[in-house]
């Protein structure tokens, strides 16, 4: 059974920084695009960035030069350093596997940027 486990979230105050992780059980793990999306309250849940096999990454333009998405094939876990956080930031991040034909989703990490 593939599962995707999101760790690493939190409460932060404007202008901190968090670590989150996410650790996936897919035997093929190094030819998955993972990504990260979130969703916010009363809101749709949005794409915020990719990193491919090969390791060529993609963000949101709200987010670009503030994440960091990374990934360790050897832990089959990838990583999303989210540095100069915004109340806007907040929301439920969300892991995410694909190869196109196969699809997996995390359950979500509670993140929130609040003085």
């Known amino acids: 059974q593939v599962q995707l486990v999101e760790s690493g979230g939190g409460l932060v105050q404007p202008g901190g920084s968090l670590r989150l992780s996410c650790a996936a059980s897919?035997?093929?793990?190094?030819?998955?695009?993972m990504a990260w999306y979130r969703q916010a309250p009363g809101s749709q849940r949005e794409y915020v960035t990719f990193i491919a096999p090969d390791g060529t990454t993609n963000y949101v333009g709200s987010v670009k030069g503030r994440f960091t998405i990374s990934r360790d094939n050897a832990k089959k876990t990838i990583y999303l350093q989210m540095n100069n956080l915004k109340p806007e930031d907040t929301a439920v991040y969300y892991c995410?596997?694909?190869?196109?034909?196969?699809?997996?989703w995390g359950q979500g990490t509670q993140v929130t940027v609040s003085s």
């Open positions: 995410h596997g694909s190869t196109g034909r196969q699809v997996y």
């Open positions: 897919i035997s093929s793990f190094n030819v998955y695009t």
